[in-house]
């Protein structure tokens, strides 16, 4: 929130200062019960960087609240370093971008959901700088100061394209709301990689058909067999 405050002198007042910016508490659960949780990083508009370079404000720039930010270098001299980034690894408008490590793995956690991990999708688009640069790891964490409750669930091919991602949670056989959804970034120098358009929800109990295919042997020229 911002807000401005100026002296009550009874038959005058001063000049108003401000804006000054507080920040509640981050709440123990998102609620995704209703709507998804989603981001785009589009809301912000400070410390934006425009290349694939740190702002200048690194490492006390803006970052969304209520997430974490694992290992992060204190100073660009220093890898890995997170920051947002409006260049051309964004989906559209800002990224999250990431400047990796080859012996410091990047960690970014979100918030906690108010769902049980079982029964939520997660979505989100990459971009790497090159097909074999680096390794982006999805996965969740109980802990996200604590790189070692890190459980990985898939590794993310790499692909210079802008490709989206899906997963529904309840493969995994992971129940509670104990967990954070978490993306490790490592295994590389210096080479880049943006997350963008995250949205968490709740898994569909009506799921899409997927991975069909028609039976050859019972293709005709009027139908076929799909499985």
């Given at each position: ?12 007042s001063s ?13 123990e ?170 949205v ?8 899409r ?19």
């Amino acid at each position: 929130y911002d807000f401005y405050v100026r002296a009550n002198c009874g038959s005058e007042s001063s000049n108003w200062i401000g804006p000054m910016v507080v920040r509640t508490n981050c709440a123990e659960f998102v609620d995704i019960s209703d709507n998804p949780f989603i981001e785009d990083f589009n809301s912000y508009t400070t410390d934006i960087a425009t290349s694939s370079n740190a702002p200048g404000t690194y490492p006390n720039h803006t970052m969304p609240q209520c997430w974490s930010f694992l290992n992060m270098a204190s100073s660009t001299y220093g890898y890995p370093q997170m920051f947002l980034s409006s260049n051309s690894f964004a989906a559209s408008g800002n990224c999250l971008f990431f400047k990796g490590s080859a012996s410091v793995n990047a960690f970014v956690t979100l918030p906690k959901f108010n769902e049980s991990l079982n029964l939520i999708r997660v979505a989100f688009t990459t971009c790497f700088e090159s097909e074999d640069r680096g390794v982006l790891v999805f996965g969740v964490m109980t802990d996200p100061n604590d790189e070692s409750t890190f459980i990985p669930l898939d590794t993310i091919a790499n692909n210079e394209s802008k490709i989206r991602h899906e997963y529904l949670l309840d493969q995994y056989e992971l129940y509670g709301t104990e967990y954070h959804i978490t993306f490790r970034f490592g295994d590389i120098e210096n080479w880049y990689l943006g997350i963008d358009d995250i949205v968490v929800d709740l898994a569909p109990t009506c799921r899409r058909v997927e991975n069909i295919a028609a039976i050859d042997s019972t293709i005709t020229t009027t139908s076929a067999q799909i499985s």
